[in-house]
């Protein structure tokens, strides 16, 4: 069979005979096969460049995502350590006031000898850090609880302890064994005498409730205050400002120095009841008696 032949005429501008070419079939099915698989070429590449642009704009917004979660995670891990230092200053804190509330002895209530509980350890992930302050600030919280309980019951303890001076100036008799100033013979003076001029101020030594304000025969007039585990006695007083079961409050004016009853001269006579038993005024007194007035 005889191959077919396409002549192409070019036409040119001008008298000139056209020029013809002439093309195989099997030519002109390769230039339209390579056209074809030209354009195949570029719409792969288009396509292509597309889903390039659009997965190199994802990955920038999860870069900055990434950048974001980092600061967001450095700022975290920041604040969790500065919590773990004032966790530990916490329980630095909690450990002076347990020796506060402790007292003298040094021998904790049990309550508060329960709350001990170290905060000393290292932690270096922020895992490690999280999980630790998710276990410790429970425990913490339950110790503040309790702490800030046994803190108040020493508030309240220390309120009712009578030892604030009740009025300025000298003592005149002390606590213990003396000659008597009316009848001479040996006495156990179971207070202080408290020389101060006529109308100086008497307050009370602590919190507590008004039991007495009379006049008593020997004491004249005397006022007696209960605070519990003390009771305290304000004796020959020239002037009684408050009446049986008025609560009052350390440092409150009850009276005036006077010299009735068996007195000698102006003063006050205290006392100090301790479980019913009588203790030296100045074992509780510790504090300077105020110079300057009350």
Known sequence: MAKRVYTVLIVAKGRKAPRGIQISLRAVCTFMLLVMVFCSGV?????????????????????KENAVYRADLERLDGELRVLLVQVAELDTLSQVVREIVSGENGEEPPRIALQSRSTGRAVNSL????????????????????????????RIKLAHT????????????????RRAPFSLRREFHKGIDIGAPSGTPVVAAADGVVKEARFRSGWGNLIIIDHGIYVTYYAHLRRISVKVGENVVKG??????????LSTGPHLHFEIHENGLHIDPLQLLKQEAPKDGI
């Open 43 to 63: 719409f792969v590449l288009y396509q292509s460049h597309g889903k390039l642009l659009l997965e190199t704009a994802r990955l920038s917004g999860v870069d």
């Open 162 to 177: 009578p030892d604030f001076w009740p009025t300025t100036g000298r003592i005149t008799s002390p606590f213990g064994w």
């Open 127 to 154: 895992e490690e850090t999280l999980e630790y302050l998710l276990k410790i600030v429970p425990q913490k919280t339950e110790e503040m609880a309790l702490l800030l309980s046994d803190a108040e019951e020493y």
């Open 252 to 261: 409150q004016l009850i009276g005036s120095v006077g010299s009735t009853g």
